[in-house]
């Protein structure tokens, strides 16, 4: 069983910046697919940004491409997400979740594993 814990949520104002974090008990995490979705109240839950297991290849939603910025350490299996230039319309509860057999960015019912999750507000 793989645990992820996110934190860095908290509320700013619009324009503001956040960095979220999330730490992996996986003992093979450089193997994993990692991202960040997001879920707003009353709204599915959308993937904003992914990392490949090497590192080097990203994925990005096309509502935060240009304002968020993923990465990931895998010696310290922590993957982040830096937030600038925040939106209201950014207000939702920001999850991580690791795949090891797929980068599904898009579809967030083939990933097995989730943080509890960690909510970032964006104020007008």
């Known amino acids: 069983q793989v645990q992820l814990v996110e934190s860095g949520g908290g509320s700013v104002q619009a324009g503001g910046s956040l960095r979220l974090s999330c730490a992996s008990s996986?003992?093979?995490?450089?193997?994993?697919?990692v991202a960040w979705f997001r879920q707003a109240p009353g709204k599915e839950r959308e993937g904003v940004a992914g990392?490949?297991?090497?590192?080097?290849?990203?994925y990005y939603g096309d509502s935060v491409r240009g304002r968020f910025t993923i990465s990931r350490d895998n010696a310290k299996n922590t993957m982040y997400l830096q937030m600038n230039s925040l939106q209201p319309e950014d207000t939702a509860m920001y999850y991580c979740?690791?795949?090891?057999?797929?980068?599904?960015?898009?579809?967030?019912?083939?990933?097995?594993?989730w943080g509890q999750g960690t909510q970032v507000t964006v104020s007008s």
């Open positions: 979740a690791a795949n090891v057999y797929t980068c599904a960015w898009n579809a967030p019912d083939r990933w097995p594993y």
């Open positions: 996986a003992y093979t995490y450089s193997s994993y697919c």
């Open positions: 990392i490949y297991p090497g590192g080097g290849r990203t």
